[in-house]
């Protein structure tokens, strides 16, 4: 299996002098990564750092997986050790818990005994990964939040795009809407609890991450046409993420239902896989 890969961050409007994301993209090992420091401020940007620094040093050799259930034993003690490296590092600057806390999505494609190429990802909080397939983006992530175990809320809140389709929604779905951005989960939190899963990849796929700033203010289905335009048009990996970056900081300048102000970051990468490893 083969990554070759973009990325595009950016700065929030509100805080122009700072970025709060961090992210690695290391196709050469097949491995990306976006950390989200939350809160907007110096903190959240520490969070985000120290999980970077600990993760790029965790992943400077990465072992071969014959079967997924290792690379998901793994993949927990990526984010584990990013944890204890934000819990360490709030240690250090002396401040209170839980005041320096960041979110996680992690993915390392793995080529198994049986015949196929896995994705394993692992998460914390709300920032997400995507696969685009046959012109369909499907999540492969689930935002934590409170509310997460309302079946089929994330895809119902990521289709939102009007007032009126926030009037159709029930009261419970109203409630989720609201408090979107309340997650259960975070890297120095003494709520963590990350998630970890697999899923199967084909050659040709784009394995997509990006932190709340861009799915927060774009609808899925916006990202698909954005995406499907650049693809139809031969445009390059960095093309794809730039657009999606350029577009949610366009819909900042609007009155809308989802404009947020926030640090912005994608990762794009192609995925090729050899025919012996098709299945």
């Not at 794809?240 to 239902?257: G, Y």
Request: proline residues 3%; hydrophobic residues 45%; charged residues 20%.
């Amino acid at each position: 299996v083969a990554m070759t890969a973009a990325a595009m961050s950016t700065t929030s409007e509100t805080h122009p002098q700072r970025n709060g994301d961090r992210y690695i993209g290391n196709p050469e090992k097949s491995f990306l990564a976006v950390f989200d420091g939350a809160g907007g401020h110096a903190d959240g940007e520490e969070a985000a750092l120290a999980a970077q620094t600990c993760v790029l040093a965790m992943t400077r050799n990465i072992p071969a997986f014959a079967v997924t259930e290792a690379a998901l034993e793994w993949m927990r003690g990526i984010l584990d050790g990013a944890h204890a490296a934000v819990v360490k590092r709030r240690s250090e600057l002396g401040l209170r818990n839980d005041s320096m806390i960041a979110t996680a999505t992690c993915c390392l494609a793995v080529p198994c005994i049986d015949g196929a190429v896995h994705l394993v990802h692992g998460q914390v909080g709300d920032s997400r990964g995507y696969i685009y397939r046959a012109g369909r983006l499907m999540s492969v992530t689930r935002d934590q939040s409170h509310l997460q175990d309302i079946p089929g809320i994330q895809a119902t809140l990521s289709a939102i795009a009007s007032t009126e389709d926030i009037e159709k929604l029930s009261l419970q779905e109203q409630f989720a809407w609201n408090y979107r951005a309340v997650v259960s989960s975070m890297l120095g939190a003494t709520s963590y609890m990350p998630q970890c899963g697999t899923v199967q990849l084909y050659d040709g796929d784009l394995v997509i991450l990006m932190s709340d700033g861009v799915s927060d203010t774009l609808t899925d289905a916006e990202m698909a046409v954005y995406i499907a335009l650049a693809l139809s048009a031969r445009q390059d990996l960095a093309t794809i993420t730039d657009t999606l970056v350029i577009a949610a900081r366009q819909r900042n300048r609007m009155r809308h239902v989802r404009t947020k102000p926030d640090d912005k970051t994608v990762i794009v990468a192609y995925v090729t896989i050899t025919p012996a490893l098709q299945k």
